[in-house]
């Protein structure tokens, strides 16, 4: 009950099976939750199919329609909570993020002080694989435009594939994140970060999906580029760490106090 990595899936068939088979295979005992938003194309069977072959270690919670990522992420994060996860992974289904590199993120948190390890395309030794001129302008752009009107350090504020230890979830107030696409990857980095918790950018090669349809729209890329304005707006406020931070058990009150 250490290492939980959340699969959030809408249509991805194609992929799920072999990406799960994938995790499993590293045999260091990742636990996998995929929350499936009503895939139509029955991506939540094919995970119950898988359910008996890796019993107590794979778990499926389905939900109706497509909800947006980040309710996902937070619905997995709360459960990840209540079963007593130390180590909390966010990983994309398409292979886009190797799980081969799941372990340097935890080594990261675990042995190296992390309290929050990325996955990063944008620091030294990472790169990205068959993504065309336009998403790289639109990616890199919308990482140096994030870091110029937030002032957060971190070069990848996008990135989806991440490790968090329990007690930045413990301490953030779910409630206060909004967003559900760009916006909520760098939403849940500003509020750590605001936090006083320790984040790390490791090295990863991001591969484009080569299987299924990716799920970037116009509307997620508005997301990103006006909520960036209002996170900062929002942190402008005296009460906006009271705000982001969860203060709900004496636990949580002290966590908060010592990063503060």
């Known amino acids: 009950m250490e290492k939980l990595v959340i699969i959030p899936t809408y249509n991805e068939v194609e992929n799920i099976v072999a990406i799960l088979d994938t ?8 636990h996998v939750l995929v929350i499936d938003d009503g ?11 898988l359910m008996t072959k890796y019993k107590g270690c794979l778990f499926l919670e389905e939900r109706e329609g497509k909800l ?33 590199d799941l372990e340097r993120l935890y080594e990261a948190c675990k042995y190296n002080g992390a309290d929050v390890a990325i996955g990063s395309r944008y620091v030294r030794g990472g790169k990205i694989e068959n993504w065309p001129l336009d998403r790289h302008l639109y990616s890199k752009g919308g990482a140096i435009y994030t870091r110029i009107i937030t002032f957060m350090p971190i070069n990848d504020p996008t990135a989806g594939f991440i490790c968090y230890t329990r007690k930045v979830l413990q301490t953030i107030n779910f409630d206060a994140i909004t967003f559900v696409g760009y916006a909520f990857q ?14 790390k950018e490791v090295p990863i090669t991001f591969i484009d999906r080569k ?7 116009k509307g997620i890329l508005k997301e990103g580029v006006f909520g960036v304005i209002k996170i900062q707006w929002l ?3 005296k009460n906006y ?5 969860a203060i709900a058990t004496p636990e949580i009150v002290q966590q908060v106090t010592d990063v503060q």
């Open 186 to 199: 760098i939403e849940m980095k500003f509020a750590a970060w605001k936090l006083g918790f320790k984040i």
């Open 39 to 49: 895939s139509p194309d029955g991506t939540a069977l094919a995970v119950k199919n």
């Open 68 to 100: 947006g990522l980040g309710t996902a992420y937070i619905h997995g994060f709360r459960w990840a909570l209540a079963n007593g996860y130390q180590y909390i992974f966010e990983m994309d289904a398409d292979f886009s993020h190797n799980p081969n």
């Open 211 to 217: 299987i299924g349809v990716s799920k970037m729209s």
């Open 235 to 237: 942190s402008m406020f």
């Open 241 to 245: 760490r009271k705000k982001v931070a």
């Open 23 to 30: 995790v499993f295979a590293l045999n260091q005992n990742y």
